[in-house]
């Protein structure tokens, strides 16, 4: 099945009886109740993948019933709920500290610490693909991969907009430090400068 984005919002069923939620595609622009639909379902057991970047990185308001989305961005002092009792609807970025609900505490990443990849002077020369780091865990069972293969640079699966988290080596292994909102216990796999 799939649906737009805006069903999450007015759609209060769209997600029940699901066993897995997809995020595909540019999956940038999302409302307050989008984020409660896909958070509600994955604190309910649901699954949940993000397979795209800069996932969730707007906060912004659907209006007119959906037909009208509203989006400040960098100008969020013009938006009217700043300064508000509204001010976390604020159209700004989920890692805003005027909105308090980083983007992290649902997909775990974030285009704050990923970025731009193969575009302009933003790893511009980068490979295009992912530097694998834990090959002995189950999703690389019977590739074949070793510490170090490059997946995915053939077809440029990493390309202009990627997320990441802060991350620090750890006996040569990146792991997430947290600060970001990132869960500690996230198992980093691969990386892409």
Avoid at 124 to 147: K, M, N, Q, S
Wanted: hydrophobic share 35%; glycine share 14%; proline share 4%.
């Amino acid at each position: 099945d799939y649906a737009v984005n805006a069903d999450l919002q007015f759609v209060p069923d769209l997600l029940d009886g699901r066993r897995l939620y997809l995020s595909v595609g540019h999956d940038e622009y999302w409302s307050w109740e989008m984020r409660d639909a896909v958070e509600g379902f994955i604190g309910d057991g649901g699954n949940a993948a993000f397979l795209s970047g800069n996932v969730s990185f707007w906060q912004v308001r659907l209006e007119d019933e959906g037909r009208t989305m509203v989006g400040y961005k960098q100008r969020f002092a013009n938006d009217p709920v700043y300064g508000t009792q509204r001010q976390n609807r604020l159209t700004s970025i989920w890692s805003d500290q005027l909105i308090g609900r980083p983007e992290t505490e649902m997909n775990l990443l974030t285009f704050n610490h990923g970025g731009y990849h193969r575009i302009g002077q933003s790893v511009g020369g980068g490979a295009g693909g992912y530097t694998v780091h834990r090959p002995d865990h189950w999703l690389f069972d019977g590739t074949g991969v070793y510490r170090g293969d490059l997946l995915g640079a053939a077809s440029t699966v990493v390309g202009y907009e990627c997320d990441g988290c802060e991350m620090q080596l750890v006996d040569g292994v990146p792991v997430p430090t947290g600060n970001d909102g990132c869960p500690t216990d996230t198992v980093i796999l691969a990386t892409a400068p």
